[in-house]
């Protein structure tokens, strides 16, 4: 069963940057599209962003401008870089495996929506 394992949270002061990372365990001949979601304590779980097979990305608008996810493929990890962070960005942080491709590009590679464990971040004013 192939997972995402989520790392690099942690506690920073406003103003400040992390990076996250999102890396998919277990052996795979697919490359996968990753969604980032966040949950803030007594809050429901929120898109922040996603990066498809082609390497698209999308943002919501509350981090757009100042995150960014891109791709590792190598070490079959994505990345949210988050800069200019905010306390309303406060939230635990959940990457989702998105339907993705065999490494040939000819079959599609069904998720299952796996979803990782998440990594807290915590934001300061």
């Known amino acids: 069963q192939v997972q995402p394992v989520e790392s690099g949270g942690g506690s920073v002061q406003a103003g400040g940057s992390l990076r996250l990372s999102c890396e998919v365990s277990g052996f795979t001949y697919c490359i996968y599209g990753i969604s980032w979601y966040r949950q803030a304590p007594g809050q429901g779980r929120e898109f922040v962003s996603s990066i498809d097979t082609d390497g698209d990305t999308n943002y919501a608008s509350s981090v757009k401008g100042r995150f960014t996810i891109s791709r590792d493929t190598a070490k079959n990890t994505v990345y949210l870089e988050m800069g200019s962070l905010k306390p309303e960005d406060t939230a635990t942080y959940y990457c989702?495996?998105?339907?993705?491709?065999?490494?040939?590009?000819?079959?599609?590679?069904?998720?299952?929506?796996?979803w990782g464990q998440g990594t807290l971040v915590t934001v300061s004013s």
């Open positions: 989702k495996l998105d339907d993705g491709l065999d490494l040939a590009g000819a079959n599609t590679c069904v998720s299952m929506d796996a």
